[in-house]
């Protein structure tokens, strides 16, 4: 696991007569007045305790948000161990514990109801987010179902203590009364927020596998297992999009557990998933099993591999001149996981899709996806068409997607708009 990055020290003022607060720096103010909703610890100028306190606060307290002026600008969950010190709950000044709690509860309700809207559960369609943290004005708080199993995350200080998780579950059992509601917790994330590992053993007498249904196709859901909640349900609709264009001989880079490759093999005559993670390949091939049909119309494989060694091994024994595919999807995990890592990060998104375009037949379907939201969607595009110009090859942008919409975005906090999909023609 990665080691704590060095945190710069807070400084501690004088307590505040009416409670506890941070004093951010003039752009801090100006981007939350913006409609951001985080402050960087290298923006908080000081901290004020409360009356009759000298410490600073407890990690994952509320905290008062002041600008430079003493203006108030709301509430916050504080964080002492996370670069991201605090983030804004409410424009409300000095909200209390229990109003906290009884605000989280009316936003949970607001966040169900509108997935009934974007994404509600039926045959062909039993996996959503339900709760997609700051995008539901819930900081540090994750939920999806799988089916008849709903997985919560509780990311941040502030969220991972008991009062929130209680008031998280009992909302999820109400509206959902799903067969078990289980804890996932991200070791590393609680890590890096500093907080004691949590035993994800689920209890014995609580149903953790099912079988879960994105756009008809059936895929194994066990939460003992696999990265984050589970599958990657942002990439519903685009797995869908990929499936209506995909033709002919198809290869999925960082399949994952086969999300795209298993819709791809419903138009493909064949298609071969390729992942370093030999545990996941594992499930792909059980999740192919749990759609013959698909079995049956063509030849679906697996390879384990890592994406570029294997890229570059095909393009050596192809020769300059020869393309073996029709579709091409890549979807690997984020490059750049922080701002110092963009250079990198543009560096390997061009080779992937430049060697990715040497390899495509005329006429064939680049689906090439970045889910670092550190790489915007136009830095993104440049690198395709930076691919498109050095391979020499006539790339026409076919569709540009996003995350499903249960998985919606703030305008004013780009960090929500993560995900990006193109599906271009090459000739």
């Known amino acids: 696991m990665p080691s704590q990055p060095e945190l710069r020290p807070l400084r501690i003022g004088q307590p505040h007569p009416q409670g506890p607060a941070a004093i951010i720096t003039r752009r801090a103010a100006d981007r939350l007045r913006t409609g951001h909703l985080w402050v960087y610890r290298t923006d908080i100028e000081q901290i004020q305790p409360g009356q009759g306190s000298e410490a600073g606060p407890v990690p994952g307290s509320l905290l008062s948000v002041l600008d430079p002026r003493g203006t108030n600008l709301g509430t916050a969950l504080f964080s002492s161990a996370s670069q991201i010190a605090l983030r804004l709950i409410s424009a409300a000044a000095r909200l209390t514990r229990e109003q906290y709690l009884d605000e989280l509860e009316v936003r949970l309700n607001a966040a169900l109801t509108l997935r009934e809207a974007l994404a509600p559960a039926s045959e062909s369609n039993n996996a959503h987010r339900l709760i997609f943290s700051e995008a539901d004005n819930l900081p540090g708080i994750v939920a999806d179902r799988y089916n008849d199993l709903v997985i919560q995350q509780l990311l941040t200080q502030g969220t991972a203590q008991a009062d929130v998780r209680e008031t998280v579950t009992r909302v999820l059992q109400s509206r959902l009364n799903p067969a078990a509601i289980l804890e996932r917790p991200d070791p590393r994330i609680r890590e890096l927020e500093q907080l004691p590992p949590l035993d994800s053993s689920p209890d014995a007498s609580l149903k953790t596998e099912t079988v879960f249904t994105i756009n008809g196709l059936h895929f194994m859901y066990d939460a003992s297992a696999g990265q984050k909640t589970g599958a990657f349900l942002d990439q519903r609709l685009n797995y869908a999009a990929a499936a209506k264009y995909a033709h002919g001989r198809a290869l999925d880079v960082c399949t994952y557990q086969g999300g795209f490759a298993l819709h791809l093999a419903q138009t493909c005559s064949r298609v071969t998933g390729v992942d370093a ?151």
Not at 385 to 400: N, P, W
Request: aromatic share 6%; net charge neutral; hydrophobic share 40%.
């Open 277 to 427: 993670s030999r545990a996941a390949l594992k499930v792909a091939d059980a999740n192919l099993l749990l759609n013959p049909a698909l079995a049956e119309r063509n030849h679906t494989d697996w390879i384990e591999a890592d994406a570029f060694d294997l890229l570059r091994d095909f393009e050596s024994r192809m020769g300059s001149s020869v393309q073996r595919y029709d579709t091409i999807v890549l979807d690997p995990p984020a490059f750049a996981k922080s701002k110092r890592a963009m250079e990198g990060a543009l560096r390997g998104y061009k080779e992937l899709n430049l060697r990715a375009l040497k390899m495509l037949n005329p006429g064939g379907i680049l689906v090439t996806c970045s889910c670092s939201h550190h790489v915007s969607l136009q830095e993104f595009t440049e690198v395709l068409a930076s691919a498109a110009s050095d391979s020499h090859r006539r790339v026409q942008l076919l569709e540009v997607r996003g995350a499903a919409p249960d998985h919606p975005a703030i305008l004013t906090l780009p960090e929500t708009t993560y995900l990006k999909c193109l599906i271009a023609r090459v000739d």
